[in-house]
């Protein structure tokens, strides 16, 4: 099995930042890639941003494009997500998965990827 646990979250200020990470553990896994989603009360669970682990490819939703940047450690096979300029709107649980597949996806649904972290809370105050 193959644990993702993300940490970072927490109560900010609108206009602040917060640097999430999910670090990826268990069993030997292929790497396709690495995402970010989030799900907010009331609301469907939606893609955030996702990285091509191989090519360090990355996709972003517009909402958080030039805000938001996903990076990655390989060696610690960790991804990152450094959200600046957070907005009320960026309120939600943010959780993170990965993709062990190979074959030809967007990395921007959240079936198109194998396991899931627990989710971490962020909370952004005006």
């Known amino acids: 099995q193959v644990q993702l646990v993300e940490s970072g979250g927490g109560l900010v200020q609108a206009g602040g930042s917060l640097r999430l990470s999910c670090a990826a553990s268990g069993r030997t896994f292929s790497n396709y890639g690495m995402g970010w989603f989030r799900q907010a009360p009331g609301k469907e669970r939606e893609f955030v941003a996702g990285l091509r682990w191989n090519s360090g490819v990355t996709y972003y939703a517009d909402s958080v494009k030039g805000r938001f940047t996903i990076s990655r450690d390989n060696a610690k096979i960790t991804v990152y997500l450094q959200m600046n300029s957070l907005k009320p709107e960026d309120t939600a649980v943010y959780y993170c998965?990965?993709?062990?597949?190979?074959?030809?996806?967007?990395?921007?649904?959240?079936?198109?990827?194998?396991?899931w972290g627990q989710g971490t809370q962020v909370t952004v105050s005006s």
């Open positions: 998965a990965v993709r062990a597949q190979s074959g030809l996806v967007t990395m921007k649904f959240a079936r198109e990827y194998d396991y």
